[in-house]
């Protein structure tokens, strides 16, 4: 398995796009604030904060929706791969609330066809 430390200064989507979809990779994210929106769809991919409690995802999507400022309907993450395991991180979506506060205990995205 291919791993890759990150920075809050990187791109986590450049960093999935940059290695071949059938290779699985484990992305590790440095302690800090990722300001950016994130799509994984890559197959079997781990997803992990070094820090948990100091590892957070977040991002500001509402312009589309000001008219009735619902976060539902703008994800900062979404998950459409398959095996894809997040552990250790906190996912936002500013200014409203966490939606998955604080990923203690593994949380796993697994499509059957």
């Known amino acids: 398995m291919k791993k890759i430390l990150l920075m809050p200064t990187d791109s986590i989507d450049e960093a999935l796009a940059n290695f071949p979809d059938n290779e699985p990779l484990e992305l590790v994210l440095a302690p800090g604030v990722y300001r950016q929106k994130v799509t994984i769809e890559r197959d079997n991919v781990l997803f992990r904060g070094l820090e948990p409690k100091t590892t957070t995802i977040v991002y500001d999507d509402l ?20 095996h894809v395991v997040l552990e ?3 996912i936002e979506i500013y200014p409203f609330y966490r939606i998955l506060r604080y990923v203690e205990n593994t949380f796993f995205h697994k499509k059957d066809s």
């Open 63 to 82: 312009s589309s929706e000001k008219e009735t400022l619902s976060p539902f309907k703008t994800a900062t993450l979404t998950i459409t791969g398959h």
């Open 88 to 90: 250790n991180l906190n």
